[in-house]
């Protein structure tokens, strides 16, 4: 008795893959995703994945620093700086 072809996939042996939409293609694209926002981090105090809440340090010409502090214990779990500003200025003229 034959045996009936193996599915890959994307349907039949031999068949493409879907389209993709432009915007998928890039991963890195500006328009691809905002600002992370970490919500469990591992917290070494804890020694657990805990909720976090996001604190800004400093405000830098390069971007704004932020920790990201345990709500549990308020020890630090991380640090990340946002680079998404309109203007390197932190002054008007």
Do not use: I
């Not at 993709?20 to 917290?43: E, K, V």
């Not at 390069?62 to 998404?84: F, H, I, P």
């Amino acid at each position: 008795m034959p045996r009936p072809p193996q599915q890959g996939p994307f349907g039949p042996p031999g068949s493409r893959p879907p389209a993709t939409h432009p915007s998928t293609t890039r991963p890195d694209s500006p328009a691809q995703y905002g600002s992370f926002r970490a919500s469990l981090l591992f917290c070494p105090t804890c020694r657990e994945a805990t909720p976090t809440r996001e604190r800004l340090l400093l405000v830098l010409p390069a971007g704004n620093l932020y920790e990201y502090v345990c709500t549990q214990c308020g020890a630090s779990t991380g640090s990340k700086t946002d680079k998404d500003q309109q203007d390197g200025r932190l002054f008007a003229p």
